[in-house]
Each structure stands twice: as C-alpha cells, then as structure tokens.
C-alpha cells in the first residue's frame, strides 16, 4: 500500500523539523513549506491526503487563508490548524462546528503530543 | 446566552404581533463569541412613547416605523443621535422613499426593512445588525481603554514568546523519549538548535524591555553634552566579532568630533541597531559605509549596506513591532522584529526623523537626522 503523505507548513523550521520527524515515524510521507507563500504553491503542485498548518507566518492568519483555499480545491482533504497562540485573541475557534467561518476540520495548540497527534491524524484520515 | 433588547415602534398591532412571533424563539450566534443572542421585545405605539423608554431603559435595537400619530420616525431618530445612545436603529416603513432614506441614513440608521417584509427579511436583518451592534461595541471597548494595539501587540507577542518554548520543549520531548536512541552526540543538533532559541528569546525580552521603558516614556533619561564619534566607535568595535565572521568589511566616514546634547544610551541602542542589521542581512563579504556628520540644523548618521534590501511592501512595514521581513533570504537570520521600532521611537524621542532607501539585493540606507 502506498503511504499517505501529509502537507506541512510552518514558519518556525525547528518546529516544522520536530513534526516532520514525529509525522514520519508515524508511517506517513511529509512534504514541508516554510512559510505560507511556500505552502500556497505546494497546494498547487502537490498531491497529499491532510494538511497540517501553522496558524500565524507571514500574515496572522496564513493558516485562515490556506486552509481556506485548500479546502476551495479539495473539500475533502482534512485540515489541522496548529498555533502557539489561540486564548490570547481572545476569539474562539471551534473550526469542528459545521457553521464556522473557520474552513479546517481541528484547532491545536502548539506543544502536542506525538501520541495526541497520532490520534487527530487518524481520526481525520479514518485510520 | 446573551439577551439584546428590542423596541419596536410602529402604531399598527399587526405589525408587532408578527414580530413578535418570528423572534420569539430566534437566536443569532457567531463562531466568534461564545454566547448566543436572543431577543426580548417592547413595544411602544408613537414617538413619545418610544423616546420615553429609550431614555429610561438600556434598548440595543429600535425597529422604527417613520408614519407614526405624533412625531415621526426620523425625529425619534434624530433624537437618538443627539443623545449618542449605543444602539443600532432599523427603519420599517411602507413609504420608502430616497427622501426619506437619505434623511434617515444621515440621522444615523443602520438599515431599512421594507413593509411588508417576510419572516427571512426580518431575521436577516436582526442578524445584521447583531453583528454590527457587537463588533461596534467591542471595537469601541478596545479604543477606549486604548487596548486595541496593545491586544494585538499582545497576541503577537506571546506568539513570539511561545514559538521559542514550543520549540525547545519539543526538543527536550525528544531526548526525554530517547526518540534518536542511547548516543546523547545524536542530539547535538537539537541541543544546539535550543540554546539559539533560547539565545534569541533573551534578545526579545531585553529588546522587550527597551520598548516598553521607551514607548510608556519611563525611560530615564541623563542628557548631556557627548562626543557622538566617541559612542560610534565603540558601537563598531562591539559590532567587529559578527562582521569578520560574515566577511563583512566596516568603513567609518567619522569627524574627529561631534558633541551633541543628548542620551548617551538612547545613542547607543541607535547605533547597534543600524550596524546590527547592516551587518546581519548583508551578504558574504559585503561592506557596511557608516557616516557620521552635522549640517546646520542636524546630526546625520547614514548606515549603508551592500545586504538583501527590501522590497516597497516590505520597507512598509518595516518600523512596525514584530514586522520582520520573512522570506527564503531571512530565514536563517535571528531578530526579534522590534529593534528597528524601538529605534523609531527614540528618534522621534530626540526630535529626530528616519529614513530609509533600499532596493532588492542591492542594499539599503537608513538616514538619521536628529535637530541640535
């Protein structure tokens, strides 16, 4: 069987660096943007099963603007939107709401778990 | 749930009873508020009537019919634009007109609903203006308290303060789970990697600091007369280490000597600043021109590079606190994106004004005038 790959942005390289290595000792392909500009082009190019996107790079909302677009193009590739701030906005995000103006399937906030991460992953690809 | 108060002034009872009967169990909520909104409805049959309980009550939202027995919709309007009530005003009316509508637009109402309207055309409407009603308010809780950048100043930067720990603590997760086996050398990396993340989070936090002393004025300030060249040489020679292992080459264009009434520390934080970064998004061997001279008015520090420069949008933002520059060419260089805002507000502190001319891969100049 093929492996799955996962589409993976983040400005931060040593954190995109730790969950690329958790991601592929969880069996799966990654493919790795740096920043949103980087990820809008491999949502173009690339072919992947789920995306897992940093919230805030160039823009304060690059997560918003990418999910947004990939899901436009792929409506059934989920989407995880990771951040470091989420309670300081003092907005709510709950993007698993049907009716949000949020297009992503799961908010996390930065500082997860290689198992919590297992978990969201598999849930979303319906491992 | 959130309960916004509703008055309703129109003399026709069929009007209100519809009313009432679409809104009784209508709720409005958005993905961002927490709470719901719901509805309670008063109603009142003229103008008077209307003024009275506006006046005496905390209403959010008047549904004003403009044909009314005494005085008109629009005077009730006007009326509450005098007063500068916070609340939002729909006119309901049957007797539309350009006139009317640009007479009551001026007065301050939010929307119109045409009479008669149906069950969605009403829900739309109370929908909207729910959200207008709350964005303005929170908008307005914000400037008031002048926390609108302060909150967002906020938000950045515990972004900018939490990226740094995630990482280190990711890291640190890693070696606690022996993810790379027994041999502690299959971790230098990661060790090295955290103590550059860690290095540059005492930099935001000190450069923190000089912000917030600079920008709440608390500052101390000892202003006296000093030779300028004297504190630009040292700012060079602290500047040496990280040039010579850049190859980048350091031409100083100074006068025997420059005195000038001001802070000497305020001078300093100018100076590392502008050689930092001359020196920093520079290129390999590159070379940095730092001039220092005085015509009538001014004292001129030009700091030249042969670095990256920047692009127009990029040179937009480039005074704004946690604006740095992110692309493939800056990637690899630390900053914590508040030195040269920091250097703004000294400057103008000093009377004094920046300027900056740059183009892509060429380099930039930043100019200094601070007036005697």
């Known amino acids: 069987m093929n492996k799955k790959s996962i589409l993976l942005a983040d400005d931060d390289r040593d954190y995109l660096e730790q969950m690329q290595f958790h991601v592929e000792k969880l069996g799966f392909k990654t493919i790795l943007a740096n920043n949103q500009k980087e990820c809008e082009e491999k949502i173009e190019t690339e072919k992947f099963d789920m995306a897992i996107l940093d919230l805030m790079m160039e823009n304060e909302d690059s997560g918003f603007i990418l999910s947004y677009k990939l899901k436009k193009k792929y409506p059934d590739i989920p989407v995880i939107l990771v951040s470091a701030v989420t309670k300081e906005t003092r907005f709510v995000f709950q993007p698993e709401h049907d009716d949000s103006w949020i297009k992503a399937d799961k908010m996390l906030e930065k500082g997860i778990r290689p198992d919590q991460l297992q978990r969201e992953i598999n849930k979303l690809l319906k491992i | ?372």
């Open chain 2, 1 to 372: 749930m959130e309960k916004l108060k509703i008055l309703v002034v129109d003399d026709e009872r069929g009007i209100l009873t519809g009313i009432r009967r679409v809104l009784r169990n209508f709720t409005v909520s958005f993905p961002f508020h927490d709470e719901d909104f719901e509805y309670e409805l008063i109603d009142s049959e003229t103008g008077e009537d209307a003024i009275e309980i506006i006046d005496s009550q905390d209403i959010d939202i008047v549904l004003l019919d403009n044909k009314l027995p005494g005085i008109e919709g629009v005077e009730v309007l006007e009326y509450i634009k005098k007063k500068e009530y916070d609340l939002a005003v729909i006119m309901i009316t049957s007797h539309a007109s350009i006139d009317l509508a640009v007479k009551a637009t001026n007065r301050g109402a939010y929307n119109f609903v045409p009479k008669p309207f149906n069950q969605a055309e009403l829900k739309s409407a109370i929908q909207n203006v729910t959200k207008h009603l709350f964005l303005k308010r929170m908008t307005k809780e914000l400037t008031s308290e002048g926390k609108e950048i302060r909150f967002k100043f906020l938000s950045v930067l515990s972004h900018e303060l939490k990226s740094p720990i995630n990482a280190v603590e990711g890291y640190l997760r890693m070696m606690e789970d022996k993810q790379l086996g027994n041999d502690i050398n299959a971790y230098t990396k990661m060790i090295n990697r955290s103590i550059t993340r860690i290095e540059s989070m005492r930099n935001l936090i000190m450069d923190m600091l000089d912000f917030t002393r600079v920008e709440s004025g608390k500052k101390s300030r000892t202003i006296q007369e000093i030779d300028i060249v004297e504190i630009a040489k040292i700012a060079v020679d602290s500047i040496l280490p990280i040039a010579i292992q850049k190859n980048v080459s350091i031409r100083t264009h100074f006068p025997d000597e420059l005195i000038k009434k001001c802070d000497a520390g305020e001078l300093e934080i100018i100076f590392n600043n502008l050689l930092s970064n001359a020196v920093k998004y520079n290129k390999e061997e590159g070379q940095v021109d730092f001039v220092l001279k005085k015509d009538r008015k001014n004292v001129i520090i030009e700091v030249k590079d042969t670095g990256i420069g920047m692009s127009e949008e990029e040179k937009s933002n480039l005074f704004k606190e946690f604006m740095r520059a992110k692309n493939v060419k800056t990637r690899a260089i630390s900053g914590t994106g508040l030195g040269l805002s920091i250097l703004k507000k000294i400057v103008e502190l000093n009377n004094g004004n920046v300027t900056v001319e740059t183009e892509v891969d060429k380099g930039s100049t930043f100019k200094i005038e601070i007036p005697f």
